[in-house]
């Protein structure tokens, strides 16, 4: 169980237990292993309490029974979840920390996005959406020499202007967007029900007119 492993790992490194605690889901755990939702809040008031950098299997036991009053069938089936979870090194750490990176930052682009609509209602001030932002670590993105950059400008003048492309039904769109060509990829940001589809409509109506080729629509809900 996923769960248990990122326990162990967070008994075994407090970085990574400061760095992803916060990301679990508590209420879910709480509500389907009560007994594993425990163990992430005595492991919390551990680390809070003392100036340590691993939980020892022994430590978490007694933290355990010092903050829950257990009956003896408790106690066992207390001590066989520990011996589970302790009973030998995770073979594949790297695959659990990439599954908690990965639910940071599922967590943090949801954080966002709320906090984006409320700077845009100015129930919050942009810095604090800001800082929020700024959890994400970016890493520098490192050039990768084997494809070739083409530098010859007849060739981009020919690939980027003086090929057709699909043009947009708005001439607004057209002017400040130009043709639609292989590779060009976009986003069209708006809040609800304000017409981002009927807008995609209109706009694909007019394009399926100038290609023999077919469109491809998805919709994600």
Known sequence: MVEEQVINLFCKDRDIFTKYYKYINLNYIKIN?????????????HYNKYNTTSIKKEELDISYNTNYLLADSERRELSQLLDRIFKEEIQN??????????HRKRCLAGDV????????????????????????????????????????????????????????????????????????????????????????????SKMVEQTDGDILWFNNE
Do not use: C
């Open 33 to 45: 292993y009560n007994n594993l939702y425990k163990l992430f809040i005595v492991i919390n008031n």
């Open 93 to 102: 750490t790297e695959i659990v920390i990439e599954l908690l990176e990965q």
């Open 113 to 204: 996005a709320k906090l984006a609509l409320d700077v845009e209602d100015g129930s919050i001030p942009i810095e604090e959406l800001m800082d929020k932002f700024n959890e994400f670590k970016h890493q520098d993105i490192e050039a990768d020499e084997s494809i070739p950059v083409e530098m010859d400008l007849s060739k981009l003048h020919t690939s980027q202007v003086a090929t057709p492309g699909l043009r947009w039904r708005l001439e607004f769109l057209n002017k400040s967007l130009g043709s639609l060509r292989k590779g060009d990829f976009g986003f069209i940001f708006a809040r609800p029900e304000t017409g981002k589809t009927t807008l995609l409509a209109s706009e694909v």
